[in-house]
């Protein structure tokens, strides 16, 4: 559910930070690249 101004909630991006800590080391550098795509479309939002 985003936030006022079309922000993203700080929970959703601590849960993905740790499901990133948690993954198989192969799964990792994908889900690293999906995650700042994420980060990036959410700061071009600003």
């Known amino acids: 559910m985003p936030t ?5 909630p ?3 991006w601590e849960d ?4 990133l800590d948690e993954c198989a080391p ?3 550098s ?3 690249h ?3 795509s994420r980060l990036e479309d959410a700061l071009e939002a600003l």
Request: avoid cysteine; charged fraction near 35%.
């Open 4 to 8: 006022p101004g079309g922000g993203v």
């Open 10 to 12: 700080v929970r959703q």
């Open 16 to 19: 993905a930070l740790t499901d």
């Open 26 to 28: 192969e799964e990792r």
């Open 30 to 32: 994908d889900r690293a």
């Open 34 to 36: 999906a995650l700042l």
